[in-house]
Each structure stands twice: as C-alpha cells, then as structure tokens.
C-alpha cells in the first residue's frame, strides 16, 4: 500500500539541487522520478513521499553514489535558508535542539517522527516514519549524518556517538559511513537510531540564540498548524494536559472526556501521529518545567504545579529529560539561587 504521507516541496528542491552538485541534473532527476514540474513549482506546496523515494533512487542511478544521503546531510549543513535547521542550531542545548527537530520534523516530512529514548545513562535518538516499509536507505542516512554533523559542529569533542544504527543492508562504502558518521556502525538493524551519551542532552551548543529561538517557534508553530494531517490534534491534547495539571494528574480517559472522545479513539490518533499520549504528557511537564524555572518559582511548588506529588520524582523526571537537575539548569540558565 502507497504511503499517503507526504513531504515539502522546499525539501524536495534542496535534494535535487545537491543531487546537481554531484552529477546529476536535478531538473532530469524529477523528470525521471515522475515529479510534476507544474507540482514542483510551488515552492510552498507538498509532494508525496513516494515521488521523493523515486528520486532518491533515480539520483543513485545517476550518480553510483550508495551513499548520497551521508553526501546529502554534508552539503545541506552549509545552508543558511532553511527556518527549521536555523532553530535547532540557535538552541541552548543540544537536547533543547533535539526536541525541537521532534516537534516540527512533521513540516518536513508528515510520515516521519524522531524518538528520544533515554535509558539509564544511555540515549537513543530514532529516527522512523510510518510507511509499511520503514524509511529510504537514503532518508535514514540523511537524518543520522546531519545528527551526527549537528552534534560535533555545535557542542564540539565531547559529542561522540557510542553508534550509528541502520535498517539497510551493509553498504560496500563503509569507508564513507565511518568519515562522515566517526562511530562504530552496524547495518540490518532493528531500528535507524544513534546510541548517545544521555548526558550530552545539557551540554550547550555554540552561537546558541534563545531569544532567536523563540522568534522562530512561534514562525514553525503556524507552519506546523498547516501541516497535513490533523494538525489541531496535539495542540488541543496538550492544551488539555496543560489544563488538567492544575487539579493534578492528567489521564488519557481525562483528557479524551474533555476532546470529547474516547480514550481508545485518541489513543489510536496519537498513534497515527506517531506518539503517545505519555509522550505528549511528558513533554507538557518538561516544557511547563523550563518556563516555571525561568519565572523564578521555587521547585517544590514546579513539581505540585506539574501534579508531581513527591518533588524527588520531578527531580529524577527532569534529569531524565534534560540530563541535568533543575537547580543546575536554573543555575546555568543564570535564573538565580534555587530555592526547594
């Protein structure tokens, strides 16, 4: 069955250009992979996926290049133009920089979710979509390579990846993965992820910008709310969390009576959007967490507001997201002595 997701055509557009850059004609790459020129024109319109996965072939073909996705991710890192990647590197963190590729890659890609799995002093950063097939060898080389370029660019020698993890079948141009990637790789593996040092989540980025990053998010959030799908849905559910917190803990079947629906029918529509409702709870609470530290609230009171009745659970749930403990990210964020 033919994936109905679809991806942007500003995308689309910087694919084939780096495709020119290495040999291939863009305009005879579309052509070949079917892509309506007419379509293609609109730069602020969308194409379905599948018309990128016959790009992405046709450009192997053309170029003999197994390994495009690595070229791709190295050229792309260059560009200035792109709103979305300007943000994430304008980050304070490099897991501020994570969260924030999660919460807008559906502008990109809508069939497409970053996962940020934190383990122990282990994190694992999975990239999937929701096609039947998995991702492209093409799309997951792509997106681990501009992680792996995000992190030793932007947080500098102490981003190191423990390993690089793809679904594909080993690659003849190993040689590639190890320069571009510069981690132990291993192919037909369960999932495309990074293995990470979790503690990497706090260490900040170079030329970080939050004033910048705030500007930017409000620009994505319009262009999230226009993204297909339902692009309302996890708005209103963490709206709804947000809410809930107040009188304390939130469930799904509490949140589903106030949308007006099921706990199964929104269960089932967060998983079609790629999460879940503990996902979207926990990020609620880490984002509320951020703005109450900011306004200077003491954290006992943070954890009640957040429906934490034993504050030690924030403190361990906030290191689980941030990999630090909120007073030393008060004391980083220069927000002033904490008190308990």
């Known amino acids: 069955m033919q994936s109905r997701a679809t991806v942007a055509n500003q995308f689309v557009h910087a694919v084939l250009a780096v495709s020119t850059l290495l040999g291939a004609q863009g305009d005879r790459i579309a052509a070949a992979a079917g892509i309506p020129a007419a379509a ?19 450009i192997e073909r053309a170029t003999g290049d197994v390994t495009f996705g690595l070229h791709c991710a190295e050229i792309m890192r260059r560009s200035t133009g792109n709103v979305l ?48 097939d998995g991702p492209h060898r093409v799309a997951a080389q792509l997106t681990l390579a501009q992680l792996c370029l995000l992190g030793r660019e932007r947080v500098g020698a102490q981003f190191r990846a423990d390993g690089v993890f793809f679904r594909h ?25 990074l293995l990470l040092r979790a503690s990497l989540l706090a260490e900040p980025l170079r030329q970080a910008d939050p004033a910048l990053c705030r500007h930017l998010d409000r620009y994505l959030d319009r262009m999230l709310a226009s993204a297909p799908g339902d692009p309302d849905l ?31 029918s929104l269960q089932r529509q967060l998983l079609a959007a790629g999460t879940t409702f503990q996902k979207q709870l926990d990020s609620v609470r880490h984002e509320l967490a951020l703005g109450y530290l900011e306004e200077g609230l003491a954290l006992a009171e943070i954890a ?25 990210a008060r004391q980083r964020a220069g927000c002033g002595a904490d008190v308990a």
Do not use: C
């Open 40 to 58: 293609l024109a609109d730069r602020d319109g969308r194409l379905p996926v599948h018309l990128l996965i016959a790009a992405f072939d046709e």
């Open 85 to 132: 990647a300007l943000a994430i590197t304008s980050s304070a963190t490099f897991g501020e920089a994570l969260l924030r590729l999660a919460r807008y890659m559906r502008i990109i890609h809508d069939g497409a979710a970053l996962d940020l799995i934190v383990a122990g002093a282990a994190l694992r950063v999975r990239y999937r979509v929701a096609h039947a």
């Open 169 to 193: 079948v080993a690659s003849p141009a190993t040689g590639e993965y190890e320069r571009l990637l510069q981690a132990p790789i291993a192919f037909e593996q369960p999932h495309d992820e």
């Open 234 to 264: 996890l708005a209103r559910v963490r709206r709804a969390i947000g809410e809930d917190l107040r009188d304390g803990l939130p469930d799904i079947a509490a949140v589903a009576r106030r949308l007006r629906t099921s706990a199964r």
């Open 304 to 328: 009640f507001l957040l429906g934490y009745t034993d504050p030690s659970n924030f403190h361990r749930a906030f290191k689980r997201w941030t990999g630090m403990t909120p007073a030393e």
